[in-house]
């Protein structure tokens, strides 16, 4: 199985600053069709994941153009380029290269300090 | 609107039996593959089963093998999950998802959830 590692676990950031996660897999994410699916979600307090980023890079409909996505292979990285209120959560990397099964990172809490 | 509404959730001895339903609504429900993700309290996401859109593919997690069954009814726009044997490691909320497949593969939509609590 595909092992996600996130870091840090915990991020506080001050609003308006950047915020950066890193995701790191224990094989490379590039499939056979030459793509690498690498996800990011959104998890806000009591509620369910939504979908910020898909194939390392890419930002689902409705998604701030502050979440950008980036890397390759085996490390990836979420940025978001000036944190707001609304921001605060757990963000989870993701990969759908290769399953069963579908793996996730543990996790990283984002807080406002 | 993409619409996936959970049920079923609730508390359960060990050993006992449980079966969530999600119910699809605003899409193509059988153009889907659908998946069952759980959240312990307190923990991160896991991946729970696998079902092709037209369910002749189907896929479980080492943790629940054997223990539980995914189904759909595509004529009901509505998946399943029945949970058997259950262990207090399964106590968790349950969310179903809808997979996008071919060169995308990403989970676009999820459920609300349901909580499952298995305690004695």
């Known amino acids: 199985d595909i092992v996600m590692t996130q870091t840090p676990l915990s991020l506080p950031v001050t609003l308006g600053q950047p915020a950066s996660i890193s995701c790191r897999s224990t094989q490379s994410l590039v499939h056979s069709d030459g793509n690498t699916y690498l996800s990011w979600l959104q998890q806000r307090p009591g509620q369910p994941p939504r979908l910020l980023i898909y194939?390392?890079?890419n930002r689902f409909s409705g998604v701030p153009d502050r979440f950008s996505g980036s890397g390759a292979g085996t490390d990836f990285t979420l940025k978001i380029s000036r944190v707001e209120a609304e921001d605060v959560g757990v963000y989870y990397c993701m990969q759908t290269t290769q399953f069963p099964p579908y793996t996730f990172g543990q996790g990283t809490k984002l807080e406002i300090k | 609107e993409v619409k996936l509404v959970v049920s079923g959730g609730g508390l359960v001895q060990p050993g006992g039996s449980l079966t969530l339903s999600c119910a699809a609504s605003g899409f193509t429900f059988t153009s889907y593959a659908m998946n069952w993700v759980r959240q312990a309290p307190g923990k991160g996401l896991e991946w729970v089963s696998y079902?092709?859109?037209?369910?002749?593919?189907?896929y479980y997690a080492d943790s629940v093998k054997g223990r539980f069954t995914i189904s759909r009814d595509n004529a009901k726009n509505s998946l399943y999950l029945q949970m058997n044997s259950l262990r207090d490691e399964d106590t968790a909320v349950y969310y179903c998802?809808?997979?996008?497949?071919?060169?995308?593969?990403?989970?676009?939509?999820w459920g609300q959830g349901t909580l499952v609590t298995v305690s004695s």
């Open positions: 079902i092709s859109g037209g369910s002749s593919t189907i």
């Open positions: 998802a809808r997979d996008v497949r071919g060169v995308l593969k990403y989970f676009d939509f």
């Open positions: 194939k390392i890079s």
